[in-house]
């Protein structure tokens, strides 16, 4: 669901460094990519995660 998907975004963003309220921002770019790509798993999950994470951290 689209609620498990955005706490996995979140459980991935906070692995790598992030805080909370940087995943609570993340949250619209995460559904477009998640749309954009046609899943909401796990592995899009982490890979949205780990592009974001590099774009943002800092």
Do not use: M, N, T
Request: proline share 2%; with cysteine.
């Amino acid at each position: 669901s689209q609620d498990e998907y955005l706490a996995i975004v979140q459980q991935w963003l906070i692995s790598w460094g992030l805080d909370k309220q940087a995943c609570e921002q993340a949250r619209p770019e995460a559904l477009i990519w998640a749309l954009e790509r046609g899943s909401r798993s796990g592995r899009v999950a982490q890979q949205f995660a780990r592009d974001y994470a590099a774009r943002h951290r800092g």
